[in-house]
Nanobody, 115 residues
């Protein structure tokens, strides 16, 4: 069973950047598509970026051109580089497989964008 631990969140001003990390334990990490999800207060959790085992990426329209997802299979880690952050990016960010596995949701990491 893979366990996921997210880190790297924080409080930043609009226009600044953050890099999130998701460390996975367990084996066979490299064969799974992985995603970064976020859940803002009062909203449903949404997939914002995903990366295939081979490195093909896809993004939700609201983050295209600003966020970059990447993975390091040797380190069992997925990253989310978030640039030009906006207040509407404020949310708890989670990683999981794509499609997600209900039992694999971690604690997430809080990202707050505010002046």
């Amino acid at each position: 069973q893979v366990q996921l631990v997210e880190s790297g969140g924080g409080l930043v001003q609009p226009g600044e950047s953050l890099r999130l990390s998701c460390a996975a334990s367990g084996s066979a990490f490299s064969i799974y598509a992985m995603g970064w999800y976020r859940q803002a207060p009062g909203k449903q959790r949404e997939l914002v970026a995903r990366i295939s085992p081979g490195g093909i990426t896809r993004y939700v329209d609201s983050v295209k051109g600003r966020f970059i997802i990447s993975r390091d299979n040797a380190k069992n880690t997925v990253y989310l580089q978030m640039n030009s952050l906006k207040p509407e990016d404020t949310a708890v960010y989670y990683c999981n497989k794509d499609p997600p596995i209900a039992t694999m949701w971690g604690q997430g990491t809080q990202v707050t964008v505010s002046s």
